[in-house]
């Protein structure tokens, strides 16, 4: 199962299933520019509220929204 971290403290953030992180994939998907960062904000999570995603994805979206650019944000399947 995919784990999201942070890259600086090695802190886990979360734990998704398949399904999950495909969905959180498609949110983190590069921006058209290489110099912009990919947005995480409420209408994201308001999204995934639409679409009937899990309470742990949008605990973890909603943790990544929140920290901002003080998180490197990486992933690993393990």
Same mark, same amino acid.
């Given at each position: 199962?995919? +784990? @999201?971290f942070?890259r +600086?403290? *090695? !802190?886990? @953030?979360? $734990? =998704? #299933? @398949?399904?999950?992180?495909?969905?959180? *994939?498609e =949110?983190? +998907? *590069?921006?058209?520019? #290489?110099?912009?960062?990919?947005? =995480?904000?409420? &209408?994201?999570i308001? !999204? =995934?509220?639409? @679409?009937?995603?899990s309470?742990?994805? +949008?605990?973890i $979206? !909603?943790? $990544?929204?929140d &920290?901002g650019?003080? %998180?490197?944000?990486?992933?690993? %399947? &393990?």
């Amino acid at each position: 199962m995919p +784990r @999201i971290f942070d890259r +600086r403290s *090695q !802190r886990t @953030i979360g $734990v =998704l #299933d @398949i399904a999950e992180f495909a969905m959180f *994939q498609e =949110l983190m +998907r *590069q921006p058209e520019l #290489d110099s912009e960062i990919p947005q =995480l904000d409420a &209408s994201a999570i308001e !999204r =995934l509220e639409s @679409i009937g995603a899990s309470d742990n994805l +949008r605990l973890i $979206v !909603r943790q $990544v929204a929140d &920290s901002g650019a003080d %998180l490197d944000l990486g992933w690993e %399947l &393990s």
